[in-house]
């Protein structure tokens, strides 16, 4: 979903890098909590697939997988393409971003510009591009540098913070899954808040307004996930 309408200059996006270091010191108190959560967690290993996502009319409660099990652009614009104008809708396509943000390697640029074209809302600061040129660590300090990891939604949570229209904010968790094996401990979660415009979902910003351990503790799990 390209757009015309010219944008107000955006401020620099340190939220990935920066803010990925006050997810370290949120993170040192919220992913340590106590392994009841995720006794005998499920392994994610293998290659991801694709699942088709439910029309997008179809609301039903947010599964954690909307748009495939791909962690890349086309994942999350099938996403946004599916997502309702609902709070699941809202939901679901956070989730996707989610996935798709926190990850390393990184998105490669084809990915982040096609994800930058369709899903940042009008008047969002966030620059996707700047974001991801240094190559960073977005775990949050959970994961070594240069480590491959990727977040699964399969203990995820989430959490529908505020809702009214054309406004979502919502807050997402999932668990994270390092060099193929998901640690039975360490968690991110991350608050978007989201737009209707033109017909779908859109970015407008991401906060750190709760721990891990507050929303895995008040949140609702996926029934799915991914």
Same mark, same amino acid.
């Given at each position: 979903m390209m757009r015309a309408e010219t944008r107000p200059p955006r401020r620099k996006w340190p939220w990935i890098v920066s803010g990925a270091a006050l997810a370290a010191l949120l993170v040192v108190g919220g992913v340590w909590f106590s392994a009841n959560l995720t006794d005998k967690p499920p392994i994610v290993t293998g290659s991801p697939g694709t699942v088709t996502p439910p029309p997008s009319n179809e609301d039903v409660v947010p599964t954690g997988c909307l748009g495939g099990e791909a962690r890349d652009a086309a994942m999350v614009l099938a996403a946004q393409e599916a997502a309702p104008h609902t709070s699941n809708g809202a939901v679901e396509f956070a989730t996707a971003l989610m996935r798709w943000m926190h990850q390393y390697p990184v998105p490669v640029p084809e990915d982040v510009a096609a994800v930058e074209a369709s899903v940042i809302a009008l008047g969002s600061p966030y620059d996707l591009t700047a974001a991801y040129a240094g190559d960073p660590n977005t $775990?949050?300090? @959970?994961?070594? %540098? !240069?480590?491959?990891?990727? @977040? $699964?939604?399969?203990?995820?949570?989430?959490? =529908?913070? $505020?809702?009214?229209?054309?406004?979502?904010?919502?807050?997402?968790?999932?668990?994270?899954?390092?060099?193929?094996? =998901?640690?039975?401990? #360490?968690?991110?979660?991350?608050? #978007?808040? @989201?737009?209707?415009?033109?017909?779908?979902?859109?970015?407008?910003?991401? $906060? =750190? %307004?709760?721990?891990?351990?507050? =929303? #895995?503790?008040? !949140?609702?799990?996926?029934?799915?996930?991914?």
């Open positions: $775990s949050g300090a @959970l994961v070594p %540098d !240069g480590t491959p990891f990727y @977040l $699964s939604t399969v203990p995820g949570f989430w959490n =529908l913070e $505020s809702y009214a229209d054309d406004t979502a904010t919502v807050t997402v968790g999932a668990g994270v899954v390092i060099n193929g094996e =998901l640690h039975p401990t #360490f968690r991110m979660a991350k608050t #978007f808040t @989201l737009d209707w415009e033109a017909g779908h979902w859109t970015f407008d910003q991401a $906060s =750190l %307004d709760r721990t891990t351990e507050e =929303l #895995f503790s008040i !949140g609702t799990p996926y029934t799915g996930g991914c």
